[in-house]
């Protein structure tokens, strides 16, 4: 089975610190993602990558930043934490399929509250 | 654009009641890829299906089953015999073909599913 692993379960940040959410997998895939989940709007792609080193703006990128390094390995980085950046954070990666857009594979999310 | 519409912010049955869950989605791709997640509440999204666009054969997997119809842009999920187990937040979600799945999922916002003792 895949495994998506983020470092942390709950953090607790305060405004204006720098913050880092680690995620790994363990699959060998080529694309990772992070979302952010808030009620009522769902799921809310910030960034993604599809390689090493390559990273690609998603549908609110900003205050976000990302590094990817490792192939399985990409973290977000919030150089400037704020009280709106208060969420569930969510890693992703998925395989580069031949035949067909494959499922993501979720980790178990990062609560983080920025107080 | 791409967009996935659950109506439906949160439904409640109780245990053993049929209930479908509704998804929306609107594309200006021909191919494209729709997805159905599971949140329990222990917070990790798990993976239902997967269904091309060329595909509009209903499947049935145990007491789940999925209808998708072109026509009306609809992509419903309904479960049998509900359990308690079975709530949850569900999420619809949507890739487009050209982006190779690369960029990601464009999900909707979700149905909490309630399922009453």
């Known amino acids: 089975d895949v495994k998506v692993t983020q470092s942390s379960r709950y953090l607790v940040k305060r405004t204006g610190e720098k913050v880092f959410l680690e995620c790994v997998q363990d699959m060998d895939h080529e694309n990772m993602f992070w979302y952010r989940q808030d009620p009522g709007l769902g799921l809310r792609l910030i960034y993604f990558?599809?390689?090493?080193?390559?990273?690609e703006k998603g549908d609110i990128p900003e205050g976000y930043s990302v590094s990817r390094e490792k192939k399985e390995r990409f973290s977000l980085i919030l150089e400037s934490a704020s009280t709106n950046q208060t969420s569930m954070y969510l890693c992703?990666?998925?395989?580069?399929?031949?035949?067909?857009?494959?499922?993501?594979?979720f980790g178990n999310g990062t609560r983080l509250t920025v107080t | 654009a791409q967009k996935v519409t659950q109506a439906q912010t949160e439904i409640s049955v109780v245990e053993k009641e049929d209930v479908t869950l509704d998804c929306v989605y609107e594309t200006r791709d021909t191919t494209y890829y729709l997805f159905w997640y599971k949140q329990p509440p222990s917070g990790e999204l798990v993976f239902l299906i997967r269904?091309?666009?060329?595909?509009?054969q209903n499947e049935i997997s145990g007491r789940y089953s999925w209808n998708f119809q072109k026509s009306t842009s609809s992509f419903n999920f309904t479960i049998t015999a509900s359990q308690v187990v079975d709530s949850a937040v569900y999420f619809c979600?949507?890739?487009?073909?050209?982006?190779?799945?690369?960029?990601?999922?464009?999900f909707g916002k979700g149905t909490h599913l309630i399922i009453q003792p």
């Open positions: 990558s599809y390689d090493v080193k390559m990273k």
């Open positions: 992703a990666s998925s395989i580069t399929p031949g035949l067909g857009n494959s499922p993501l594979h």
């Open positions: 269904r091309n666009s060329f595909d509009e």
């Open positions: 979600a949507l890739s487009e073909a050209a982006g190779g799945g690369a960029d990601g999922l464009t």
